[in-house]
């Protein structure tokens, strides 16, 4: 059977392309939003978190009508930290909408996107998007994305894909860039016209593979897949199994089942080959298991998601200041916060430690950790977390691989030398250098994950802001040798107390302070970054002697240097291996991860011995 009234698409770009822009006018062209209805852009990015950075973390369904065919769509994120979420959900869909930036052509994203499109055998749409703008060069991307086929090895049938150039923001789309701009249908008839229907023996026992799952306080584990043969109905008796699971035989029941309308998920009775639905009620729902009848336990195979590439230890907050601003603080509220993530994030691995207030939380790279961080910290958990650090693996000779990343930089021919030799000192190795769009110099570099971290606040302050650099992983490599992170020590606070503007003043010449007068300081806290290699320890918190002829008064003259308040990635990058970054819902703050100066030097001594 092959169900014409039915497609599935998946829309796939390199961050910030405009998928999510497209999908908006896709949802109100078809007319899923009333005529006056107010709309908020990038409406499929619905959590804060992705509004505020204006990425998609989360792969989200919706579904649209055109000519009484149900078109279901999934806008996937861009970014390579969140690559898990792409490479699962195209097992839903029978073809992508691949997004390229008009001017900015293919980039590492739209190469990692696509190779995992074409792997799956699936038809691709190109669609060259941002073409209204004023620098726009549809011609040579499309050259581009041809090329990035034929190096993907991309058999006839997909290099013969069709074109279509778009503004979404301006919401047309057009077969030819000369054609008159109207509206969208251009790319709703490309898709209806070159997208394959579903197809499955809609008589044979029930087959659905769980692609995504989604969370919900109340009805618990939300499980989305495509079903691949049968019908799914509620109060179905089902058996799950999973394909890298042998031994997985669990008897379910199919409590609820919805399908995707627009924005809403509807629910329905009943299912059938090629509808993409939601299914709810089942408590041990993993994603890659497969829901079978139960006479025919069939496991669909399901590509095993790409390991975690770096970690972090979570840790329950000791500070001096511990419990002051958090609401959920104990070593038990922060272990079932991190293993309920896990019900969502398929790409994160949370492991207990020897110490049962340490939690090692591994992930695919500083991004996707720092958003987990963000998240918990709006929701009142209080905790510290350490420096990342990658994940090493041995080979069969024993000997030490480490994780490495393609590093593709476009920066103004200026500051491209700089920009070289602080890659060179964190072991990057230039693989080519090329004159870009506009004056910029692209520079492509291998460099090992570790030599990235810490790096991006640097980059963007040795390039004024101007620089762009893309990461995408390639796999492991040798060790490449020891590397030292940062080149300045800490400024520590020696006592604690309350931080007054002369202690500051006196503390200001030895580098760049990272708080203001009036601030809770403990010993050990770092306040600063040092001027010099070495850390040194100062007393923030004190004021100056009166006399008989001076008042304290005259404290006001002095000239405070306004302190470098860091957001959550650059105190995450500025941390040291000693160091812990304490998070609260209203503070971020450095520490030593040994808060008594003697026992901390002590240490360094046995370190330096070792």
Do not use: W
């Not at 006018?25 to 950075?53: C, I, Y």
């Amino acid at each position: 059977m092959i169900r014409e009234d039915v497609r599935n698409i998946a829309i796939i770009a390199h961050v910030d392309h405009g998928k999510t822009t497209l999908v908006d006018e896709l949802l109100k062209q078809s007319g899923v939003f009333r005529e006056n209805q107010a709309v908020a852009e990038r409406v499929m990015d619905s959590n804060d978190l992705e509004r505020e950075r204006g990425i998609t973390i989360l792969s989200k369904n919706t579904a649209v009508f055109y000519k009484n065919t149900k078109i279901n769509i999934i806008d996937t994120p861009g970014h390579a930290d969140f690559g898990g979420e792409v490479e699962r959900v195209l097992k839903m869909v029978n073809g992508v909408i691949l997004v390229v930036d008009a001017f900015e052509g293919a980039m590492p994203q739209t190469k990692f996107v696509l190779r995992k499109a074409l792997e799956l055998n699936l038809p691709v749409i190109v669609c060259i998007n941002k073409i209204d703008r004023p620098e726009a060069r549809p011609n040579e991307v499309i050259d581009e994305v041809l090329e990035l086929f034929i190096d993907l090895e991309a058999s006839d049938e997909q290099l013969d894909c069709p074109f279509v150039y778009a503004s979404a923001k301006s919401g047309y789309a057009v077969l030819d860039p000369n054609d008159k701009p109207v509206n969208m249908v251009p790319l709703f008839e490309t898709i209806l016209n070159y997208i394959p229907a579903p197809q499955g023996d809609e008589n044979g026992p029930t087959q659905m593979l769980i692609s995504t799952i989604d969370y919900n306080e109340y009805v618990g584990r939300i499980g989305v897949g495509k079903v691949d043969r049968g019908t799914i109905s509620v109060n179905q008796e089902a058996v799950l199994v999973n394909h890298h699971d042998p031994d997985k035989k669990q008897r379910v029941k199919i409590s609820k089942l919805y399908e995707f309308d627009g924005l809403n998920k509807v629910e329905v009775s009943s299912a059938t080959i090629g509808s993409i639905v939601a299914i709810s009620g089942i408590a041990d729902l993993r994603i890659g298991d497969t829901i079978c009848a139960t006479d025919a336990p069939e496991a669909i195979p399901f590509q095993k998601i790409s390991e975690p590439t770096i970690s972090m230890n979570f840790v329950v907050n000791n500070s001096p200041l511990a419990g002051l601003e958090g609401k959920y603080v104990t070593s038990r509220h922060l272990r079932d916060r991190l293993f309920r993530e896990l019900n969502t994030d398929v790409s994160l691995r949370v492991e207990d430690t020897e110490d049962t207030d340490t939690f090692k939380v591994s992930g695919r790279g500083e991004l996707h950790l720092s958003i987990l961080i963000e998240t918990m910290r709006r929701e009142g958990y209080e905790f510290a977390v350490s420096k990342a650090e990658v994940i090493y693996k041995t080979d069969e000779r024993n000997k030490r691989l480490e994780p490495m990343e393609l590093a593709y930089i476009d920066v103004p021919e200026e500051f491209s030398g700089n920009v070289i030799q602080k890659l060179s000192l964190r072991k990057g190795e230039l693989q080519g250098m090329s004159i870009g769009q506009g004056g910029y110099t692209r520079l492509e570099f291998s460099i090992p994950s570790r030599g990235l971290i810490g790096y991006r606040g640097e980059f963007m302050t040795d390039t004024k802001g101007n620089g762009i650099m893309n990461t995408v992983f390639d796999g492991y490599g040798p060790y490449k040798g020891d590397l030292q992170y940062r080149s300045q020590g800490s400024l520590i606070a020696f006592e604690s107390g309350e931080s007054v503007a002369y202690g500051l003043f006196n503390a200001q010449d030895r580098g760049t302070l990272f708080i203001g007068p009036g601030e809770k300081v403990y010993s050990g806290m770092v306040i600063g970054q040092s001027a010099k290699p070495e850390d040194i320890e100062l007393n923030v918190c004190k004021t100056k002697h009166l006399t008989n002829t001076r008042a304290s008064g005259s404290d006001e003259a002095l000239k405070l240097t306004p302190p470098k308040i860091l957001s959550l990635e650059q105190a995450l990058e500025f941390i040291d291996t000693d160091e812990l970054l304490e998070v609260t819902p209203k503070s971020l703050r450095i520490r030593k991860k040994i808060l008594d100066p003697t026992l901390r030097k002590r240490a360094g001594f046995k370190n330096k011995n070792q």
